[in-house]
């Protein structure tokens, strides 16, 4: 097929979602946040109490877990079983378990194959943290987000503070700096930049100064 996929990789927090998103309206492109793919398996499987260890139960669980997005306004809009989650996979109960969820070989083959399958046949842009390396090798542009990590935090916070007045902005740093950690140094599929990727650190550019970065390099 000749559809055209953008693949957008990088730390937890560095403004993948708001590049992706400014491009998909700009471009006309679907845009996937496969983050909140595995932060609606991490909530299923915290109401469900679902035994890490017990690969029965992992198995059983992602059979009967069905996600869907519906694309509104370019915002988010993820269903677990036809409930909308969108707002509650942000929290912080759902960003503690995330990453160890995210590291287990079952929930990665799972979401890797949805996310294959949404990439086959449109011009979409997805971010996350193995898109250029694994679910999508060959797209045909790759970015690789980072910023400081300071930065990073108090964007977090910014945007978690209005329904979240109890957050401090030390357990979102804390939090962000152990899910890269995480995220790294996971067996499968650690975030890594693909080695075609481009490099994007964002700290000191606005939205519109990534936007046009990024535009200059799909034309
Ligand atoms: O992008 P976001 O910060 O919402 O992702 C939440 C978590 O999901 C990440 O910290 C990571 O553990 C996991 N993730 C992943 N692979 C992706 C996207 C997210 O492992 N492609």
Redesign the pocket.
Known sequence: SNNIVVAIDGY??CG??TLAKALAKKLHFIYV????M??AVALYFLRNNIDLTNHEQIADALNNIHLNFHSRDYKTHITLNDEEVSDEIRQMHVADK??TI?AIHEV?VAMVKQQQRMGKSKNIIM?????GTV?FPNAQVKLFMTADPKIRAERRYKELLPTNPEITLEEIFDNLAH?DY??TTRKESPLTRAEDAIILDNTDLSPDEQLLFALSHIE
């Open positions: 937890s927090s993948k979602s946040d496969s983050g909140a595995y932060r995330v990453s995210a990665r971010d996350g943290r193995d898109i679910v899910r995480q995220d």
